[in-house]
């Protein structure tokens, strides 16, 4: 069976910093894309990083680059987001995801095939 944990989100003052994590099992994780997306209340899922699946190749959403690095330790399974410099509009579920192989767009959601439940990550001003 395959999981996705999310954990590490808070309430957090703008301008502070997380450090999000997604455990992974039962799954061959080295050989899958990740990524995390975001979703705020009323609002679509959207794309904020992903990460091939040998950590050479990293793409980040608009909004986020230069604040957020999504990283992966295929050793422990894991893939973390470090978040600085928070705002209020980075408030959203974090949710990690699984693409696995023939790789889609690490844009798109429909790429990803496995999910966790998500991580609430507050940002007040």
């Known amino acids: 069976q395959v999981q996705l944990v999310e954990s590490g989100g808070r309430l957090v003052e703008a301008g502070g910093s997380l450090r999000l994590s997604c455990k992974t099992s039962g799954l061959i994780f080295s050989e899958y894309a990740m990524a995390w997306f975001r979703q705020a209340p009323g609002k679509e899922r959207e794309f904020v990083a992903a990460i091939t699946r040998n950590g050479l190749t990293t793409d980040y959403t608009d909004s986020v680059k230069g604040r957020f690095t999504i990283s992966r330790d295929n050793a422990r399974n894991t893939i973390d987001l470090l978040m600085n410099s928070l705002k209020p509009e980075d408030t959203a579920v974090y949710s990690c995801?699984?693409?696995?192989?023939?790789?889609?767009?690490?844009?798109?959601?429909?790429?990803?095939?496995?999910w966790g439940q998500g991580t609430q990550v507050t940002v007040s001003s």
């Open positions: 995801a699984a693409d696995p192989p023939p790789y889609g767009d690490s844009r798109s959601a429909r790429s990803y095939l496995y």
